[in-house]
C-alpha cells in the first residue's frame, strides 16, 4: 500500500508555525527573566512590517547526542533585513527558546551569511546575542563555523557599522563576536559577558564568583570598558541602537549623515564665561559645553560610565553628524591616562573610517602621572592617540577652552597633528607645561634670592602667561587660525565643516600601518 501523498503546504505551514511562535513555556521562561523573545526584539528594532526573515526552516543535520530530537527551524537564531527610519540594515538575534541559543553548524553559518551579506550590500550589521555559546555536540563542525564568524566580523570592520547587543548570558563565542564589532550594548541584570563560566573558572582556579560579578554590566561599562553603552531592559536597548543609528552613515562609502534641523546655524552662546571658570584649578562639566555647540543639545555619549576623563559621542552641526572628543576636568582633570587613551583612539579610529568628522574640545593638563600608570603602559597606550588623529583624514576641528600643557596638547590633534582647524579662547594657556612650573623651573634663584618672593613669582608668571603660553602668542605662532570669542564657538565650527566638506587627503600607500596596541 503506498503512502498517502505529502501536503506540502500544511507542512510549510506547520514549520512556520513552530518557527515563529516556539515552545510555549521557553517563550514564558524568557518573559518570566524580563526578557523578549528574538522576534519581539526585531519587531522592536525596525521599522514595523518591514522585516523580510531568510533562511526560516534551516535546522541542525547533527544526529548524534539526542540532537534528531531536539532539531528547531532556525536552529537558534533569526536572520533577515529590514528598515531603521527607511534606511537598511541587516539583522540577527540569538534565540535562547531554541537549544539556548547555542551556536552549531547551520547557526553560525546563517549568522555568517548575515555578515558578508550586510558587507556585500554595504548596510549596517545588528547583532542580537543571546546565548550559552558553542553546541558542543558539533564538534569540529562548529568549531570550523565559529572562525568564519570571526573572519566575517574581522573583514567587514570598516566597511559597515557593526553593532552588537548582549541580550542574556553570552559566553565564550558569543562573547567574542561581539567584541570584534564596533558597539557593544547591554542590558542591565539580565546579560553577562564572559570567556569561561563560573563553574568552570570554580573547578581551575578555586574562585567562587557570579555570573554578574564575573561579566555583568557594572563591569564591563565601568571596569573592563569592554560595553559601550547600558540599557535598562530589552526595549530601552532597541531605542538605543536606533538612535545610534541615526548619526551613522551606511557604510565607508556614504558621506556624513545629514537630517534637517530648526537649530540656527548663527546662533550665539552667551554664557561660557559662566559655565567654564577662568581659573583653570576651578572644575566644571565639559558636557555642558557640548549641550550648548551642538544641535539642539543633543549629545549621544559613547562609553559614558568608563574612562570618563575623557567623553566622546556623537552629535549634530547644522544637522550634520559629528564625532566630539572632550577632555572632562571633572574627573582627573581631564588629564590622559590608559584606559582614555583607548576609549578616544577607537572611537577616532571610527569616525575617520565612517567619514564622520571630529571636533576636538580641549582642556587637558597633561598625562596622568604616576607608577601604575607607567606600569600599564601609558606611553604605549598614549600613543594610540597621537596615531589614531595623524592616521585620520576626515576634516579634524580643534577648540582649546582653558589650557594645553606638554605632549598630551598633541594627543588631542594640533595643527601639526592634522587639525585642519585650530580655534582657541581667550585666556588660554598653551605650553610644554603651566606657568607656574614652568617660572618656578625657569626663575628658581630669582624667585629665592627676591625680597617679596610670592611676588616675583606671581609676576613671572604673568610675564610667562603673556609672553610664552597666550592665546595671542599662539596666533602670532600660527599654532591656531584665529582667536575666537566663546559666544562664536558653535558659528565657527559650522563655518569650518562646511568648507572641509569637500577635503580630500591621501596617505602613503602601504598596506597598513602598525597601530600601538
Not at 507542512?11 to 522576534?39: C, I, Y
Not at 527551524?73 to 529590514?82: K, L, N
Not at 557593544?184 to 563553574?199: A, D, E, G, W, Y
Not at 576626515?394 to 605632549?407: A, E, N, S
Request: include cysteine; glycine fraction near 8%.
Amino acid at each position: 500500500m503506498s503512502n498517502p501523498p505529502i501536503d506540502f503546504q500544511k507542512k510549510l505551514a506547520a514549520l512556520e508555525e513552530r518557527a515563529l511562535h516556539g515552545d510555549a513555556k521557553a517563550v514564558e521562561k524568557q518573559h518570566t527573566e524580563g526578557k523578549w523573545t528574538a522576534r519581539e526584539r526585531i519587531a522592536k528594532l525596525l521599522d514595523p512590517g518591514t522585516f523580510v526573515e531568510e533562511f526560516m526552516l534551516a535546522e541542525s543535520p547533527c544526529i548524534e547526542f539526542g540532537m534528531a530530537e531536539k532539531r528547531e527551524p532556525t536552529d537558534g537564531v533569526v536572520i533577515g533585513f529590514g528598515k531603521i527610519e527607511g534606511r537598511g540594515v541587516y539583522v540577527f538575534a540569538q534565540d535562547r527558546t531554541v537549544l539556548a541559543g547555542t551556536v552549531g553548524a547551520v547557526h553560525g553559518a546563517k549568522i555568517g551569511y548575515a555578515t558578508e551579506t550586510a558587507r556585500k550590500l554595504g548596510v549596517p550589521l545588528i547583532g542580537l546575542y543571546d546565548s550559552l555559546g558553542a553546541r558542543v555536540q558539533e564538534g569540529l563542525d562548529t568549531t570550523r563555523v565559529i572562525g568564519k564568524m570571526f573572519y566575517e566580523n574581522s573583514i567587514t570592520s570598516g566597511v559597515i557599522p557593526q553593532i552588537s547587543a548582549i541580550m542574556g548570558p553570552c559566553i565564550g563565542v558569543a562573547a567574542y563576536c561581539p567584541a570584534l564589532t564596533d558597539f557593544i550594548f547591554m542590558v542591565k541584570n539580565t546579560s553577562q559577558m564572559f570567556i569561561t563560566s563560573p563553574p568552570v573558572i570554580k573547578a581551575v582556579t578555586g574562585e567562587d564568583v557570579t555570573m554578574e560579578q564575573l561579566g555583568g554590566w557594572k563591569l564591563h561599562s565601568e571596569v573592563s570598558g569592554v560595553a559601550d553603552m547600558v540599557a535598562d531592559n530589552d526595549e530601552a536597548c532597541m531605542e538605543h541602537i536606533r538612535k545610534l543609528i541615526s548619526f551613522l552613515p551606511l557604510n565607508c562609502s556614504e558621506p556624513p549623515r545629514h537630517v534637517e534641523t530648526s537649530d540656527f546655524s548663527g546662533r550665539l552662546i552667551e554664557d561660557f564665561e559662566r559655565i567654564v571658570p577662568a581659573d583653570s584649578r576651578k572644575l566644571y562639566n565639559v558636557k555642558d559645553v557640548i549641550h550648548r555647540i551642538v544641535d539642539s543639545g543633543e549629545f549621544y555619549e559613547v562609553k559614558p560610565r568608563f574612562a570618563k576623563n575623557i567623553v566622546v559621542g556623537f552629535a549634530r552641526l547644522d544637522g550634520w553628524a559629528i564625532g566630539i572628543v572632550a577632555n572632562q576636568p571633572m574627573y582627573l582633570g581631564g588629564s590622559l591616562d590608559v584606559d582614555c587613551s583607548d576609549k578616544a583612539s577607537r572611537f577616532i579610529r571610527f569616525c575617520d573610517a565612517f567619514n564622520i568628522p571630529i571636533i576636538n574640545l580641549v582642556d587637558i593638563p597633561g598625562y596622568l602621572p604616576g607608577l601604575k600608570q607607567e606600569q600599564k603602559g601609558i606611553i604605549r597606550h598614549g600613543a594610540k592617540m597621537l596615531y589614531s588623529y595623524s592616521e585620520a583624514t576626515v576634516p579634524k576641528l580643534t577648540v582649546y577652552l582653558r589650557k594645553g600643557y606638554g605632549g598630551a596638547k598633541q594627543a588631542m590633534c594640533t595643527r601639526e597633528m592634522g587639525a585642519d582647524q585650530v580655534l582657541v579662547w581667550p585666556g588660554v594657556e598653551l605650553a610644554v607645561m603651566g606657568a607656574a612650573g614652568a617660572v618656578t623651573f625657569l626663575y628658581r634663584q630669582e624667585i629665592e634670592s627676591s625680597p617679596d618672593p610670592e611676588k616675583t613669582r606671581q609676576e613671572k608668571i604673568a610675564e610667562y602667561n603673556e609672553r610664552f603660553s597666550g592665546p595671542f602668542e599662539a596666533a602670532a605662532k600660527q599654532f591656531a587660525q584665529a582667536v575666537i570669542q566663546p559666544s562664536e564657538t558653535r558659528l565657527r565650527l559650522i563655518q569650518a565643516l562646511e568648507f572641509l566638506r569637500s577635503k580630500k587627503e591621501e596617505r602613503p600607500r602601504k598596506k597598513h600601518g602598525i597601530m600601538p596596541v
